[in-house]
């Protein structure tokens, strides 16, 4: 998993947390390479989410109740809407002994400017549903 020290797309940064940039988290999400904590909450999911195997939903609010279920054998992505929440969720890991784990440089609002995939129940300006390129209203993920 590529990451770097510090983010390159977003101000907000905690000293020892590592960033990986989206497309190369996509890349490593794609070769199951990680796994990728979703961790906005429930609300903000059902409208927009990634439509991948490899992604988990933990809320912030609740990330202490399921430590137990997150593996520190595995490159752990975290993200959120701007990289803050994230951040912040990286830094808690980290102190809890993870050794493999980024934040999303830039957040899911730098993920969809780049058009890689999710999936909305929000129109787009051309009426589609759909971010991964298949106008699909569907949102199974969401």
Known sequence: MKTTEKPTSQEFHINGVKHINPQDALDS?????AVLID???SNE????????????YHPMST????LSSISKDQNIILM????VR??????LLN???????????????LWKSMGLPFESILPSEDGCSGGCGSCSS???CC
């Open 95 to 109: 102190i809890q002994g993870y050794p493999n784990v980024a934040n999303l440089d830039g957040g899911f609002k």
């Open 29 to 33: 999400l794609k070769n199951n390479e």
């Open 86 to 91: 994230s951040t912040k969720v990286a830094n």
């Open 138 to 140: 569907s949102s199974s």
């Open 63 to 66: 990330i202490m109740d399921h």
């Open 39 to 41: 961790v906005r909450e």
């Open 45 to 56: 999911v059902d409208i927009e989410c990634i439509p991948l195997d490899n992604v988990i």
């Open 80 to 83: 959120c809407p701007g990289g």
